[in-house]
């Protein structure tokens, strides 16, 4: 049985990811263009799958949020996940999001960024988000900016990585 809805927008259901999501996550993660800007490389196993499931359950326990199973509500078809995920070694709360490109450029990054940055400073009562890309990432900047979030600065991610793009929106007084 699939978890109950987190998040509804106008085309997307967000909802906590579940085992019956290991195919589905096998497709997105092991697409060698899906990951291209991700920082790390395709996953190939079913049990690399099921511990990226685990690990996203455990940070719902844990904050009380993570990235989401995303799909369609017409046809219940999955394109991908999104949502928020602590970052630990920076004290941070990041928007991100992660799709299967058959569902690229219609607006459901933007849609799903728009819906969960309202519910974590309405519902969660965070107070800052932030998302990072890298810069060879123009759609994903782009989904950044037309969610309003505004260009903080250039910096590394990892000690002695490349610069990537940081963006933050900050929760309106």
């Given at each position: 049985m699939k978890p109950k809805p987190i998040l509804e927008t106008q085309r997307l259901i967000l909802r906590e990811l579940c085992p019956e999501d290991a195919d589905d996550m096998m497709r997105l993660h092991s697409h060698p263009v899906v990951q291209r800007y991700t920082g790390e490389g395709v996953i190939t196993t079913p049990e690399r799958i099921r511990n990226k499931i685990a690990e996203k359950q455990a940070d719902y326990r844990k904050y009380g949020y993570g990235r989401w199973a995303t799909v369609l509500k017409e046809g219940d078809q999955f394109v991908g996940w999104s949502g928020l995920a602590y970052l630990p070694e920076f004290d941070e709360v990041d928007v991100g999001y992660r799709f299967l490109p058959e569902f690229w450029g219609q607006g459901l990054a933007t849609e799903a960024t728009r819906a969960i940055l309202t519910y974590a400073f309405n519902d969660l009562k965070l107070q800052r988000i932030v998302a990072i890309a890298m810069k060879e990432n123009i759609a994903s900047?782009?989904?950044?900016?037309?969610?309003?979030?505004?260009?903080?600065?250039?910096?590394?991610?990892?000690?002695?990585?490349?610069?990537?793009?940081?963006?933050?929106?900050?929760?309106?007084?």
């Amino acid at each position: 049985m699939k978890p109950k809805p987190i998040l509804e927008t106008q085309r997307l259901i967000l909802r906590e990811l579940c085992p019956e999501d290991a195919d589905d996550m096998m497709r997105l993660h092991s697409h060698p263009v899906v990951q291209r800007y991700t920082g790390e490389g395709v996953i190939t196993t079913p049990e690399r799958i099921r511990n990226k499931i685990a690990e996203k359950q455990a940070d719902y326990r844990k904050y009380g949020y993570g990235r989401w199973a995303t799909v369609l509500k017409e046809g219940d078809q999955f394109v991908g996940w999104s949502g928020l995920a602590y970052l630990p070694e920076f004290d941070e709360v990041d928007v991100g999001y992660r799709f299967l490109p058959e569902f690229w450029g219609q607006g459901l990054a933007t849609e799903a960024t728009r819906a969960i940055l309202t519910y974590a400073f309405n519902d969660l009562k965070l107070q800052r988000i932030v998302a990072i890309a890298m810069k060879e990432n123009i759609a994903s900047i782009r989904v950044m900016e037309k969610a309003g979030m505004q260009f903080e600065k250039n910096a590394p991610y990892f000690p002695d990585g490349e610069d990537l793009v940081w963006y933050n929106m900050v929760k309106k007084i």
